[in-house]
């Protein structure tokens, strides 16, 4: 999944090269990595394969890098596909049965999978058996196949767009949180030595105040960061640098995109900061509900820009604040 920030292939690579390939370089997720370890751990002792793994959360959040590392904590192989790549059950058929004893298969925006193919899944998950149909109407014949043994790791950004069905097929389901700014730092020192430059004092706390708590985001600010120190021949990055990178950038001093201030416009202008239902907002900004819900509100929430309340949401007034709006006239029950 790409996030709202836009991403081309050097972005790509970026993500490839500060992907961290062990646990000790994996920040922050405490709980989600210690369960996972015992999941694994457990598995081993009995010499069974290892369950099913669902991990949801907002994009760039660390999910792909987590499914790699389970895969090597396994000792396992790990084969990358995606909802939206199997379109039809002999796609599914195909990667299931070329995959290998005991490998991990992951599989990306697992929401996007279609529901015949998921019907297909359900007893490959369960028993490793594939059911094909053979043929149509009534000399269709059912022909079921041995898979070999494999554990599937789905990632979501929208836990609620898998249906029940699917989701319950899944041994455990770990939500992966946003960060704290003080673990963003240790990501960025982290990325600021594989990528080579240094960082004055107090420099990496700005990019962390300006990533949304997301560790992709950093790792994409200090890369736009070091451009500008690289420009003017410093390999240091300093406060003053920072500032006149994210001012020519246009970098929000909440870290908030272009989408995200339409969708706090609406709220605040179009329905004078709520409250609003879901339903109007989404009808009012043309975003699915599912994007407002797992994209939008979750970080808007996380800074105190929007609050939900029992009668829909409300615009606070820090985001008047923000917008330059006067609430003065607004009743004092939003806030
Ligand atoms: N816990 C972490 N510690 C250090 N770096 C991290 C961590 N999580 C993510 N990153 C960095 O962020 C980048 C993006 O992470 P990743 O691709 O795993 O996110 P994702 O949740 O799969 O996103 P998407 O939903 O867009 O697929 C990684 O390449 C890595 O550089
Ligand atoms: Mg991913």
């Known amino acids: 999944m790409s996030s709202n920030f836009t991403q081309n292939n050097s972005e790509d690579v970026l993500d490839l090269?500060?992907?961290?390939?062990?646990?000790?370089?994996?920040?922050?997720?405490?709980?989600t990595k210690n369960n996972v370890k015992i999941i694994i751990e457990a598995a081993k002792k009995r010499n069974d394969q290892v369950e099913h793994l669902l991990f949801y959360g907002n994009p760039g959040l660390g999910k792909t890098t987590l499914a790699y590392l389970v895969a090597q904590e396994i000792g396992a192989d790990i084969k990358i596909t995606s909802g939206p790549a199997i379109e039809r059950a002999g796609d599914l058929a195909a990667i299931l049965t070329n995959l290998e004893e005991g490998s991990v298969l992951f599989c990306d925006e697992i929401h996007r999978l279609s529901r015949t193919v998921e019907e297909y899944l359900y007893?490959?998950?369960?028993?490793?058996?594939?059911?094909?149909?053979?043929?149509?109407?009534?000399?269709?014949?059912v022909m079921e196949m041995d898979l070999p043994k494999f554990t599937l790791i789905g990632a979501t950004t929208k836990?609620?767009?898998?249906?029940?069905?699917?989701?319950?097929?899944?041994?455990?389901?770990?939500?992966?949180?946003?960060?704290s700014n003080e673990d963003i730092e240790q990501v960025l020192e982290r990325s600021c030595k594989i990528l080579n430059v240094k960082a004055e004092k107090n420099a990496l706390k700005i990019i962390a105040e300006h990533?949304?708590?997301?560790?992709?985001?950093a790792n994409h600010?200090?890369?736009?960061?070091?451009?500008?120190?690289?420009?003017?021949n410093e390999n240091l990055i300093t406060k003053e640098i920072i500032e006149d990178a994210f001012l020519n950038l246009e970098i929000d001093r909440l870290g908030l995109t272009q989408n995200d201030k339409r969708f706090l416009e609406a709220l605040v202008?179009?329905?004078?900061?709520?409250?609003?239902?879901?339903?109007?907002?989404?009808?009012?900004?043309?975003?699915?509900?599912?994007?407002?819900?797992?994209?939008?509100?979750?970080?808007?929430?996380?800074?105190?820009?929007i609050a939900r309340t029992p009668q829909g949401r409300v615009a606070t007034k820090m985001a008047f604040e923000y917008l330059g709006i006067s609430s003065a006239n607004l009743p004092k029950i939003l806030f």
């Open 159 to 179: 836990l609620a767009s898998i249906s029940g069905p699917l989701r319950s097929r899944f041994g455990a389901t770990f939500g992966l949180n946003f960060y």
């Open 269 to 305: 202008v179009k329905f004078n900061g709520g409250p609003v239902g879901i339903q109007t907002l989404a009808a009012a900004t043309a975003e699915e509900e599912a994007t407002i819900l797992d994209i939008y509100e979750p970080y808007l929430m996380r800074i105190g820009l």
């Open 17 to 31: 090269t500060l992907r961290p390939k062990t646990w000790d370089c994996y920040v922050g997720q405490d709980k």
């Open 123 to 141: 007893p490959a998950m369960e028993d490793f058996k594939l059911n094909l149909i053979l043929g149509k109407g009534p000399m269709a014949r």
């Open 221 to 232: 600010l200090l890369k736009r960061v070091r451009d500008f120190a690289q420009v003017k």
């Open 211 to 217: 990533s949304r708590f997301t560790p992709r985001i």
